[in-house]
Nanobody, 114 residues
Framework: QVQLVESGGGLVQPGGSLRLSCAASGFTLDSYAIGWYRQAPGKEREGLSCTSGTDDKTYYTNSVKGRFTISRDNAKNTVYLQMRSLKPEDTGVYYC???????WGQGTLVTVSS
């Protein structure tokens, strides 16, 4: 079964860190660009970061640049999103996706609150 599964969400205080994981099964993700997206309460889903499938180029939206880092471990068939200096406005459901395959995970909830 071809799928992406996110994990690593939870409750964290402002200024804290979390690492999200996006594990692929049923296909090898090293050939595909993978992106992380966030849907905050009452807002539309937005793209945060992506990593290309061939040359490992990365992209970050301005609101997370310098705080979030995307990486991949091809041996584990997993893409990560390391999040630091978290803010309350980072709260939302985080999804990973393969735009090429039009494949989305089920999402993992991140809540940044004191």
């Amino acid at each position: 079964q071809v799928q992406l599964v996110e994990s690593g969400g939870g409750l964290v205080q402002p200024g804290g860190s979390l690492r999200l994981s996006c594990a692929a099964s049923g296909f090898t993700l090293d050939s595909y660009a993978i992106g992380w997206y966030r849907q905050a309460p009452g807002k539309e889903r937005e793209g945060l970061s992506c990593t290309s499938g061939t040359d490992d180029k990365t992209y970050y939206t301005n609101s997370v640049k310098g705080r979030f880092t995307i990486s991949r471990d091809n041996a584990k068939n997993t893409v990560y999103l390391q999040m630091r200096s978290l803010k309350p406005e980072d709260t939302g459901v985080y999804y990973c996706a393969s735009p090429h395959l039009d494949l989305w995970g089920q999402g993992t909830l991140v809540t940044v609150s004191s």
